[in-house]
């Protein structure tokens, strides 16, 4: 039986969303998802366990069946398989962000963390290789992804992941310097190529014809890059080959791709699909159901959620649920597959008061042939408290399939 995996990032969020005392999820219309819930099952799910706030690349191991606590290396390995960059043995990798900055007293100061989501990153690419580290005997690779996003590779000897973030992830604060994490060798070398990178690429990018465009028109300029997520490349056990399933991703972010891959997903490429709130969610939901015509499972990620969330902005998480429950999720049931089996959460909560990831649990929806209903009716975080599936911590995946009687029986 074919099944479809919905992870709208970001998702949950709080009664201080509106003034009302609801969230953005309870505040927006979603009829599609609504029916979905009054012929399914539905509980909370702790993306990896209560009171552990989740970062979207630990939350997808969890939510894929893996023990991020065993498996995860850092964000940055995602990130570059994600972009479909090449690694070796002992490249670090790690997520970039381009950001604005001033330089204050000889220090560069955040002013924004994602450089107001500029979509120039492609035209500002080629500034940031044309870095050079050679007086360090190390070579870099950069490319940029979607907005302001961004995964390098640092290649050469005697380096480690075991480095801090030069990203402060709080603006009007300097970017921080980069610190070995381990007394040794590679990870003091490392944090000091960091942050001579640091320094070189907002040079590079100070003046770049691209950014002194963006000020004339008022914008926020990409002058400076922050890394995160040092990591070398974690090894895991795709789950195609645990459960003996055939697996597609639809997505436009690269840290899901990057993910997806790993699990041993094929990673499809779909035209629109651009990670941000004006994504073409009808292209996602057709290349979804074509899928389905050669894979028993297509994980679908879905990102405006947590971009509103992350901005500040209620409404526009609010009007973007309403999109998703319109554009994808209508296309969705308007052509149903037989025996098809759905299941549809986030992978966070990131309420637009807070800005950020929070510990708070998110709904969870199951709905097929083989889904015991239970009472609830509508898709909202409080109704999910009241559904017949309970609070349970990660692992959608694997339940998704057992409904679908995919993989091995456990014991006699």
Request: proline share 6%; net charge negative.
């Amino acid at each position: 039986m074919p099944a479809i995996l919905v992870i709208l990032d970001g998702l949950g969020g709080r009664p201080t969303d509106f003034p009302q005392g609801v969230t953005c999820l309870e505040r927006a219309a979603h009829p599609n998802l609504d029916e979905l819930a009054a012929q399914g099952a539905l509980g909370l799910m702790d993306p990896i366990a209560p009171g552990i706030r989740p970062g979207s690349d630990t939350a997808h191991l969890s939510i894929f069946g893996y023990d991020p606590f065993k498996v995860y290396t850092g964000r940055g390995a995602f990130e570059v398989l994600g972009i479909g960059m090449e690694v070796r043995g002992g490249d670090v990798c790690f997520r970039a962000n381009f950001a604005t900055v001033e330089e204050r007293n000889g220090q560069l100061v955040v002013v924004d963390r994602r450089a107001g989501r500029l979509e120039e990153g492609k035209l500002l690419e080629e500034a940031v290789n044309s870095v050079s580290l050679r007086d360090f005997g190390v070579e870099f690779f950069f490319r940029a992804s979607t907005e302001h996003r961004g995964a390098l590779v640092l290649r050469g000897e005697n380096l480690s992941a075991a480095v801090s973030d030069t990203d402060p992830h709080e603006i009007g604060v300097p970017v921080a310097e980069a610190k070995p994490l381990e007394e040794s060798f590679a990870a003091k070398r490392t944090a000091e190529i960091l942050n001579a990178f640091t320094r070189r690429a907002y040079e590079a990018l100070r003046d770049h014809p691209v950014n002194k465009k963006r000020k004339e028109e008022g914008k926020l300029p990409g002058n400076a890059l922050l890394l995160r997520g040092a990591a070398v490349m974690p090894h895991l056990e795709p789950v195609t080959e645990v459960y003996g399933i055939r697996a597609a991703c639809v997505a436009g972010g690269a840290l899901y791709k990057g993910v997806a891959r790993l699990a041993g997903m094929e990673v499809l490429s779909v035209p629109g699909a651009t990670g941000d709130l004006k994504t073409d969610l009808r292209a996602k939901a057709k290349a979804a159901l074509e899928a389905l015509s050669s894979f028993d499972l297509v994980f679908v990620h879905i990102k405006g959620t947590d971009n509103a969330g992350h901005d500040g902005d209620a409404e526009a998480k609010r009007k973007f649920i309403e999109r998703v429950d319109r554009e994808f999720f209508g296309a969705i049931l308007a052509d149903l597959p037989k025996d098809l089996h759905i299941c549809v959460s986030g992978d966070h909560t990131t309420p637009p008061a807070v800005r950020e990831h929070t510990a708070d649990p998110v709904p969870a929806l199951f709905w097929g042939p083989a889904v015991r209903p239970d009472r609830v009716r509508t898709f909202t975080e409080r109704a999910a408290a009241e559904g017949g599936l309970g609070r349970f911590s990660g692992r959608l995946l694997p339940q998704l399939l057992g409904y679908c009687d995919f993989g091995a029986k456990f014991g006699a």
